[in-house]
């Protein structure tokens, strides 16, 4: 898992770095000033950030080679080229990882870990014009058709599975129902109706809007996706109803009229298509914000509550997107579903489920997306995306000790995890949890998470603050190898999974003191931060 190509992007040993090609994108600390809603601001002033007064040229591979330095940086991203130089400043990855793409064709770098950045409407006063020749295997672009690239920039995509393994989808009606029933020839892991267990049958999205139907099924990194414009009206409601057991998932509809329906409408793009996740666009829907709380000082949590013809179950350890235009530019953040509390006392309530989001957010003093967030009022809008990342509960199977190292907010993944261990891994036999933070106020769910391993002696946490009061009486500092040692045990007979989530530097640490303890790479893994 933590195995990272020679050549991958980020760089080894970068900043942005802390988890295998593709799990993250991580910032690097930015000079004042240089925040995104300050290039923004640039961006809108009317500075010429082309160096070519406004004019669009075609560029070829030999001129594209020429703007390869930090004071004249172009790069070439699906076949149109931006000089990037401007920006070195205000790229949260750093002007190194930027430098990476210098004079060449940066699209396939771009897409490890920026796949979901709108880098069109971010650069888009960068723009120097289009790509006029097909590149070389050198500098590939993606118009015209690419050419395969270099083996070492990347481990080969495995191959789709045999055309028996596809699934498929049958539907049937009655006077008051359209059902649409997926066969998807995989099974989950127990054989449980828990939600919790359903990604591996097959987690289905659906999206009911303005007539046009949207079922997408998430099968590890897999796609299968149905899209049709409906032939008749239907309720502005969904029902999913999933039997892990057997890898099936039925989707229903209500008829506003009881007529008989002769087919599922007209095909829409992609429809009946299954590729791999990374090949699909990603997908965003407008939720409204229903309720914000305090947890801490500078963080909230909201809830979000989806469209009424919206189902969408977030399996355990993914993140949605949230999109936003501000200022005319659409800025695009990943953020790690909650649940309403760490101790659920009564189930949802009926028709919750699968229709609202909660969000743990930390408002930022420079943090563009997050004061956008803060400042909606009930009932105002965002745009949400589908679940991505590439966790997955099977990690968890037979799993007798569960560790988790987590930092400020990126104890959000830890949250759901050790619910869903807790309930419903029967081999689990100790959960720990070593949460860092600044200062005793920053703690999330501190009461919760004390009150948690009071009730259930399989769970400890413990705190350690960097900035500790003096009435403190808990450990100080920050992540140590030492503080590891007697905290990450590994009985005889036992299976162990570390989980590491946190700023940059934070988890880059942790993940190496852990292998230098004797972790194999399959027994870590590290979250997007």
């Not at 992007?9 to 240089?34: D, E, I, T, Y």
Request: net charge neutral; proline share 7%.
């Amino acid at each position: 898992m933590l195995n990272v190509p020679s050549q991958s992007f980020p760089a080894v040993g970068s900043q942005q770095r802390v988890a295998p090609a593709g799990q993250s994108r991580n910032k690097v600390a930015l000079k004042p000033g240089h925040s995104l809603m300050d290039w923004i601001r640039l961006t809108k002033s009317g500075r010429d950030l082309t160096g070519l007064r406004g004019r669009l040229i075609e560029v070829t591979d030999e001129e594209l080679r020429k703007h390869n330095t930090r004071s004249d940086c172009w790069t070439c991203i699906r076949g149109m080229v931006y000089n990037v130089t401007a920006y070195m400043d205000f790229h949260p990855g750093g002007e190194e990882e930027l430098m990476r793409a210098a004079g060449i064709d940066g699209t396939d770098l771009f897409d490890q870990v920026h796949r979901w950045v709108n880098y069109e409407s971010m650069l888009k006063e960068c723009l120097v014009g289009r790509m006029a020749t097909k590149v070389s295997a050198g500098i590939r672009c993606l118009t015209p058709p690419p050419v395969p690239p270099p083996p070492s920039l990347e481990p080969p995509a495995a191959p789709l599975p045999p055309k028996d393994t596809r699934p498929r989808y049958d539907w049937f009606q009655t006077d008051a129902t359209v059902n649409i029933v997926l066969y998807t020839k995989r099974k989950s892991l127990s054989g449980s109706e828990s939600p919790a267990q359903i990604p591996a049958a097959g987690c289905a999205v659906v999206d009911l809007i303005d007539g046009a139907l949207r079922i997408d099924v998430v099968l590890g990194k897999l796609s299968y996706l149905l899209h049709w414009r409906l032939p008749h009206e239907v309720e502005e409601r969904v029902s999913v109803h999933t039997a892990s057991a057997v890898g099936k998932i039925q989707v229903v509809l209500w008829k506003k009229a009881k007529c008989r329906w002769s087919a599922l409408g007209d095909p829409l793009e992609a429809n009946d298509t299954f590729e791999r996740r990374k090949d699909r666009r990603i997908f965003y829907r407008e939720c409204v914000l229903a309720s914000k709380t305090d947890v801490t000082h500078d963080t909230r949590l909201f809830c979000l509550r989806l469209p009424p013809g919206t189902h969408m179950h977030v399996p355990v350890g993914t993140h949605v997107y949230l999109k936003a235009s501000l200022t005319d530019s659409e800025v695009v953040k990943p953020y790690t579903p909650v649940e309403s509390a760490l101790l659920q006392e009564a189930p949802p309530t009926e028709g919750s489920e699968g229709s609202q989001l909660f969000l743990m957010v930390k408002i930022y003093p420079h943090g563009a997306l997050s004061h956008h967030l803060d400042s909606l009022q009930i009932g105002e809008a965002v745009c949400v995306s589908s679940p991505e990342g590439p966790f997955s509960l099977r990690q968890l199977r037979g799993v007798t000790h569960l560790y988790l190292l987590a930092a400020g907010t990126g104890f959000t993944p830890m949250a759901r995890l050790i619910r869903s261990a807790l309930t419903d891994l029967p081999t689990l036999r100790k959960s720990r949890l070593m949460f860092f933070n600044r200062q005793e106020r920053d703690i999330l769910w501190h009461t919760q998470l004390d009150q948690l391993a009071a009730r259930d002696n399989r769970f400890e946490v413990e705190y350690i603050l960097s900035e500790a009061s003096d009435s403190w009486t808990g450990r100080r500092g920050r992540i140590q190898a030492s503080m590891l040692t007697d905290f990450l045990v590994q009985p005889e007979g036992s299976k162990c999974l570390v989980c590491v989530c946190g700023p940059t530097a934070f988890t880059e640490l942790a993940v190496r003191f852990t292998q230098d303890l004797g972790f194999s790479d399959e027994e870590v893994h590290a979250f997007q931060g």
